[in-house]
């Protein structure tokens, strides 16, 4: 290498006719000549050897010139990182459905993982073999901002689904006020009448005024301030805002935060590699370079300050307007203090505070928060579920037991708070809705049978489990009166595009939407799809609960 000092410093030897012997210890030329290296000095054989030159250089190109890789820390660092990023990678592939993982957006997670992964790994090889500049630029430096984007992405994306699972809940509790004033209004409007036609618009009206309308009404004061759109729900067309908020989710974050940063990286990259092929100091792109050169370190400090801007007001929202779940904003807290502190270790590190020694390792310092998010993310999660494998299951509910306890206010309560906070809200809303609307049908025919009540068994929230043993009045042939509260519900929830859509077999809603078609209505319509949410409630939300 000694004798691709030219590459290196653009000066490998000095002009003709100069003596650059050392005429001098104290560094001077004689005559007014270029300073010459002192008696003893030796320069490191992969900086430029003429000493004009190297002395030329700033402190980090003269730390990375210089670098000669100990092998056995490099390979102390491949190791951990392997161990780090692979098997953990591979166990939360394995798990992504577990009810710990599947609400922190899994994939992006292993995305980032993969990605970081490859950047912790390939770095200490790149290192050890002295790859070229222009891989390192091109797709290590890649990687790592990359990861950036994906996880700063992953959050703001996180921030836009609470907001969603929030209008999910109001939107539904609205609704539910509004029926309810309406019932209330056509009570007295028709006060004193017994008229069949008075009798069905009263059942009419009832419907939807469920147990979550009257989850509204128990809503802690309090809770507005918790989940809070806007203090109003002052939306004009709710179905535009909830299919805005979906396109943001699903395609303009991405566009906006990572693929539109990508491209505009990627021209930079362009223009860095023209600039430094062959620099006048400093490694060109076709010589090794232990670090990223120091070029590329400005479009990070602008998206890092970029994130650090964002933060103060994602912060006010994480912890006091949308209140996340605890898992999420300890995941967001490190990942910005992480940032930061890696931000201000680099600048100390780079202005020499540090010494030499850290210099030539400063590509580690940002490896610290890769690390980082790998074990908030991918490791602490694994554990949990790991360690939950060991708890003593005694005392635990079975599934019809939790769906029983549904009806206790305050536990449906503790269900809905964790429901919003890991967005899955529909689950809950569509499950209570139904809960209900079988029971308004109970209702009706044992006010039109002038029944007592002991003769017409209500549908408790756990019946959805034993669909034989239902009252018989659900098997009745299907009154045309509630045919709109059917379709109601099947638009509001089971529909691919409903405002709060439930996930549950394509199966089931094929079955659901033949029957529509057929107008084949059957009050149990909607039985299959209850019991396959209400097993998502309890394998999703019964693990996060603190009984």
Same mark, same amino acid.
Not at 209 to 214: K, L, V
């Given at each position: ?45 992969? !900086? ?7 002395? $030329? ?17 490099? !390979? ?127 059942? *009419? ?61 990627? !021209? ?12 006048? #100091? ?8 232990? #670090?990223?050169?120091? #070029? ?37 807290? $490190? ?34 928060? $890769? ?5 908030? !993310? ?49 689950? *809950? ?32 929230? $756990? ?76 394998? #999703? ?7």
């Amino acid at each position: 290498m000694a004798d691709d000092s030219s590459s290196l410093g653009g000066t490998g030897g000095p002009p003709s006719g100069i003596d650059t012997s050392g005429g001098s210890s104290g560094g001077a030329g004689t005559m007014g000549g270029p300073p010459t290296a002192p008696e003893g000095f030796v320069i490191p054989p992969k !900086c430029p050897q003429y000493y004009p030159a190297y002395i $030329s250089l700033d402190r980090v190109a003269k730390a990375d010139c210089g670098f000669d890789p100990d092998i056995l820390i490099e !390979c102390i660092i491949l190791v951990f990182m392997i161990l780090l990023f692979v098997p953990p990678l591979i166990l939360y592939l394995m798990n992504r459905q577990n009810a710990l993982i599947k609400y922190r957006r899994p994939r992006d997670v292993f995305i980032g993982g993969i990605i970081s992964g490859l950047n912790a790994i390939l770095s200490p090889i790149i290192r050890m073999t002295g790859i070229k500049c222009i891989f390192n630029t091109w797709f290590v430096s890649s990687l790592i901002f990359s990861f950036m984007f994906l996880t700063f992405s992953r959050y703001v994306k996180t921030y836009y689904m609470q907001r969603l699972s929030i209008f999910k809940l109001k939107f539904s509790s609205r609704k539910a006020k509004k029926e309810l004033y309406k019932k209330e209004t056509s009570n007295k409007n028709n006060q004193g009448s017994d008229t069949v036609k008075s009798k069905e618009s009263e059942t *009419l009206s009832t419907i939807k005024t469920s147990s979550i309308a009257i989850d509204s009404n128990n809503i802690p004061s309090t809770f507005s301030n918790e989940y809070s759109i806007d203090n109003s729900f002052d939306i004009q067309d709710p179905i535009l805002y909830f299919k805005k908020l979906n396109n943001i989710i699903n395609k303009k974050i991405t566009i906006y935060f990572v693929i539109i940063p990508i491209i505009i990286l990627t !021209c930079y990259y362009a223009y860095i590699t023209v600039i430094s092929w062959n620099p006048d #100091n400093g490694p060109g792109m076709l010589d090794p370079c232990p #670090n990223e050169i120091k #070029n590329l370190s400005y479009p990070k400090r602008i998206f890092n300050a970029i994130i650090m801007i964002c933060s103060v007001y994602m912060l006010y929202q994480i912890y006091y307007v949308q209140k996340w779940d605890k898992e999420l904003k300890i995941e967001y807290t $490190s990942f910005i203090i992480v940032l930061f502190i890696c931000m201000i270790i680099m600048e100390c590190t780079t202005k020499g505070v540090f010494g030499p020694g850290l210099i030539t390792y400063r590509v580690y310092i940002f490896q610290s928060f $890769s690390i980082v998010i790998q074990v908030m !993310c991918v490791i602490v999660p694994l554990i949990k579920i790991f360690l939950n494998r060991f708890k003593d299951q005694e005392g635990k509910l079975t599934e019809e037991e939790f769906l029983a306890k549904l009806a206790v206010p305050t536990f449906r309560e503790q269900v809905r708070e964790i429901s919003t906070k890991t967005f899955c809200i529909e689950n *809950l809303l569509f499950f209570t809705a139904h809960w209900d609307l079988m029971n308004i049908v109970i209702q009706h025919y044992s006010k039109k049978g002038n029944g007592n009540s002991s003769d017409f068994p209500s549908f408790s929230s $756990s019946d959805v489990l034993h669909r034989n043993t239902l009252n018989p009045i659900l098997y009745k042939p299907f009154d045309p009166i509630f045919k709109p509260k059917y379709e109601q519900l099947y638009s509001f929830y089971i529909k691919e595009d409903g405002i709060a859509a439930v996930n549950i077999n394509s199966s089931t809603i094929k079955i659901i939407e033949e029957q529509m078609e057929n107008d084949n209505y059957s009050y149990l319509m909607f039985s299959q799809a209850a019991e396959e949410i209400g097993e998502l409630l309890y394998s #999703n939300i019964y693990p996060r609960m603190n009984l």
